[in-house]
T-cell receptor, first 114, second 110 residues
Framework: KAGVTQTPRYLIKTRGQQVTLSCSPISGHRSVSWYQQTPGQGLQFLFEYFSETQRNKGNFPGRFSGRQFSNSRSEMNVSTLELGDSALYLC?????????????FGQGTRLTVV | GQNIDQPTEMTATEGAIVQINCTYQTSGFNGLFWYQQHAGEAPTFLSYNVLDGLEEKGRFSSFLSRSKGYSYLLLKELQMKDSASYLCATSNTGGFKTIFGAGTRLFVKA
């Protein structure tokens, strides 16, 4: 059974640009969550999608958005990039998205904004 | 809101036992997770506690006290490969999100 796949693995962008990151969950999993990980802050929750619906959102500015497709694949978009957006972006999938189930993480996309 | 505190770093010796503590404040508590994350890798699930008490799984055990908002992860017979970050996380009912602490970096020395 394939794990969670995130693409691309590495990305370098310039301030002001926008970026789209992709996450393919484990087959059969309908919930996808996104996190931003930085050395000082740990994993910060961005949003969670289940069956194409955003069910919760973290405390990030509107420049951060996401969506989920009918096949459960998810994308997140960051517009007008800032230097502070440099981070590892992780997505995690779970079968039903219940908060008492284990999440499976992808390897992440390391975004560097210059 | 939700708030999680855990020590930033710990160092222990190979073969020893180490306890990593986590305190939390959350509304609608629906369980506490521990994840392990090696440098440059994805976090992987270690344990989930929703009831008070100790859950043992091989060399790893996790404890929860809901009344105290407290959990710990106990690692026995430490091995060098246990050097990693250990992330404490809470979930809440109806929130559809899991909130993570900043993690504890554990260094295991020979």
């Amino acid at each position: 059974k394939a794990g969670v796949t995130q693409t691309p693995r590495y990305l370098i962008k310039t301030r002001g640009q926008q970026v789209t990151l992709s996450c393919s969950p484990i087959s059969g999993h309908r919930s996808v969550s996104w996190y931003q990980q930085t050395p000082g802050q740990g994993l910060q929750f961005l949003f969670e999608y289940f069956s194409e619906t955003q069910r919760n959102k973290g405390n990030f500015p509107g420049r951060f958005s996401g969506r989920q497709f009918s096949n459960s694949r998810s994308e997140m978009n960051v517009s007008t990039l800032e230097l502070g957006d440099s981070a590892l972006y992780l997505c995690a999938s779970s079968s039903q998205g219940q908060t008492n189930t284990e999440a499976f993480f992808g390897q992440g996309t390391r975004l560097t904004v210059v | 809101g939700q708030n999680i505190d855990q020590p930033t770093e710990m160092t222990a010796t190979e073969g020893a036992i180490v306890q990593i503590n986590c305190t939390y404040q959350t509304s609608g508590f629906n369980g506490l997770f521990w994840y392990q994350q090696h440098a440059g890798e994805a976090p992987t699930f270690l344990s989930y506690n929703v009831l008070d008490g100790l859950e043992e799984k091989g060399r790893f055990s996790s404890f929860l006290s809901r009344s105290k908002g407290y959990s710990y992860l106990l690692l026995k017979e430490l091995q060098m490969k246990d050097s990693a970050s250990y992330l404490c996380a809470t979930s809440n009912t109806g929130g559809f999100k899991t909130i993570f602490g900043a993690g504890t970096r554990l260094f295991v020395k020979a």
